[in-house]
């Protein structure tokens, strides 16, 4: 069942670390999945509905720890 929690941003904001959660699902991030998940979704947010994702910076590193 879908449902639009468009109106109510903290349902909002609950539906967007869900989903964030759901994609970071991996043995390397399990202790950390809820700090990267609340930068997910500050970083979408801050876009304010703009769509374009080039104003989010994402760093690569090789090996090491998060």
């Known amino acids: 069942m ?3 929690n468009t109106g109510d941003e903290e ?4 539906d967007l670390k869900n ?4 994609t970071l699902s ?3 991030l ?4 809820d700090q990267f998940a609340q930068l ?7 876009l304010k509905g703009s769509g374009n994702l080039d104003y ?7 090996g090491g720890t998060l």
């Open 11 to 14: 349902a909002f904001k609950r």
């Open 30 to 33: 399990h202790s950390e999945r």
């Open 56 to 62: 989010i910076k994402i760093i690569k590193k090789a």
């Open 19 to 22: 989903i964030a959660m759901t």
């Open 40 to 46: 997910a979704v500050d970083s979408v947010l801050r």
């Open 26 to 28: 991996s043995k390397l």
């Open 2 to 4: 879908a449902m639009d």
